[in-house]
């Protein structure tokens, strides 16, 4: 099986349809920058069924199809096929060519083909399991994959280890079955479940159906008594109606006799109330007269006074005035006599309204008694009907007990004898049911025993099972921490020594003298990878070689002669040589009493670690430079020997001699001194931590096996704890139709007593 040809179209940069036919002898396609190789590995992988617009460098899956040019329109579809020789069958399909397409629309639509039939992602995925084809498959590495599976999980290298293998298929295959089994077996414990709550609900439901057809029976025969009861009353309450009838009639003729009385006592009462209306409107008119009178008297008295002030005033007219006052005075005398004549008319009325009114008072309680009279006969009519009625019912009733006690009577002995009878079958039967509800106590007892014996140690072994769930994942957690450690020492590792192997934070010509070092054997290497120093003093001593930690070491001056040569003729630069048989110490240190000064650390060749053969070396570099803890006791050690010494400080300061003075922030992103010695560190700590993680996932693994024997212990506790679940339903069940029928037997008894007090 090998890949034949790959037809493109519309797919990123492949505007036009364009056909790759990879022949016999075909190994792979090259190119310049820009031309699309990635493009085609890219369409392999989408149509293989990559999902991830990420893996395809885009932003979403539309980024995929050609976007159009200046000059070209940009495509409304995508498309890949892809065509591999099936001749030898390994691929599970009867074809001898097997082609897979994919197409993708711009309106989201997107579709898949095998052979130009459609078909589903699911079904490409499983076509290529087990062939490494697919696209996490191994056939498809891209960059940064293998870093990424040297570096990833085990069980991601794993993955690939089966596809290798050809056991992903059945492991899916395996997975999806127990899926499916677990389903399963939860859908059986549902419908365990629902089973025994239907059981539990059978015996109630059988007894609630018979009290229904009971209760329908006895309402049908209830319906046919109500209804000849109802027949019965009728005709009963047809003859106390026609009893009624004949009273109402009685009745009725007194009322009406009584309605004419009372009609001619409203006619009197009326009669007498028009009286009254007159005579009290005589009364008002008198009334108006005699105020009518009074007002003119006090006119006429106005009058006498005014005349008596005349004749007072006017007394030489007193003959005129005295024939005027003789008639006013008969005048006088005659409204004196009609003032009286009024009075006793007046006298005359009020007696005739006393009468009147002494008349009316006598009429209205008249009418009282007649009304008195009315409600009494009402009353007694009301009686008449209760006290028929009273006497109809008594009658009714005793004719009725009298049958129903000769039916008793009938039935009594027969009654006797059925109760005899069911006191005798309810004594067996209760004997029997002691004897089952003994033995099912029993076995319920021993369930439940059982029962309470799984479910306490399922709950131990869910603890256990919980402690251990929570180590896992305190030991993953410390794995993931363990391993992301690891792989950034590593890295690091791996950065250093790559370093260190190319030389980088050297200068172009240190590095092409340092490729020549296998050619040229009289080459030791750079001062840098021959020193070795303490952390804490990595700064000082740098400071002290400053340009030297550069400087190559050669054999003799010959080598070094060699490597100038060949810088020259390459024009590679320029470099520093040291060769072992020309440089010497020159006399050392000379100021030794600067050594027991506040501060002073030591001479720098004696805080540096070299092979013997390079102990002159350090002297040459090294000897005549002392280094201090800080730059305060430097200057006071300079000053007090006259700025004859050279001295670094440990944060990098420096002091030459005749008085300059080198410092400020010390920035050596190269650290050329600390470089071996901190690979050295990084492969102890690599060492520790590969140690660490093994016993870390064997730790994982034990805890895995002891979580895997607790769960199969647990699952078949839960197994059994089913069985015993539908055993204890079963038998409290059997218990619950025992006391039902035990209840029954009582009420049994109970029936018979109140049967036997009956009788």
Known sequence: MYLKNIEVHGFKSFAQKINFEFHNGITGIVGPNGSGKSNVAD?????????????????????????GTELRKPLSYASVAITLDNSDRKLGVDFAEVTI????????????????????????????????IGKEGYSIIGQGQIDKILSGKPEDRRELFDEAAGIVKFKRRKNQTLKKLEEERQNLVRVTDILSELTKQLGPLERQSETARIYLSKRETLKDLDVNLFLMQYEEMGTQLQDLQGKYQLAEENLKENQERYDQIGVQYAQLETELDDLEQKISSLRDQTQQDAIRKQQLEGQIQVLEQQIESGKQNEQHYTNRLAVIDEELEKRSESAENIREERSMIRLQLQNVRKRLRTEEEHLQDILAAVEDCTNAIEEGKQEIMDILNSRANTKGKAQRYDT??????????EINQRLLSLKTEEKERQTVKERTQRDFDAISSEIERLQKKNRGLEQELTQISGDMKDANARLQDKQ?????????LEALRNMTERYDGYGNSIRKVM????????????????IHVMKDYEIAIETALGGSIQNIVTDNEQTAKQMIEFLKRNKFGRATFLPLSSISNKGGFGQEKALSEPGVIGVASSLVEVEPKYKVLAEYLLGRVL?????????AIARKYHQSIRMVTVEGESISPGGSMTGGAFKNNSNLLGRRREIEELEKETDAASKELEHIEQEIESLRTRRNNIRDQIAANQDMLQRRYVEQNTVRMNLAQLADKEKEIQEGYASIGTDQEEL
């Open 43 to 67: 369409a392999v992988r989408w149509v293989l069924g990559e999902q991830s617009a990420k893996q395809l460098r885009g932003g979403n899956m539309q980024d995929v199809i050609f976007s």
């Open 627 to 635: 280094v201090v803890d800080n730059i305060d006791h430097a200057i």
């Open 484 to 492: 992301s450690t690891y792989h950034r020492t590593v890295s690091r």
């Open 408 to 417: 008793m009577m009938e039935q009594f002995r027969i009654r006797q004898a």
């Open 101 to 132: 397409t994919r197409r993708l629309y711009r309106s989201g639509e997107s579709e898949y083909l095998m052979n130009g039939s459609p078909c589903r992602l699911r079904d490409i995925h499983e076509l290529f399991y087990d062939t490494g």
């Open 515 to 530: 490729e020549q070092k296998d050619r040229a054997r009289g080459i030791h290497g750079v001062v840098a990878d021959l």
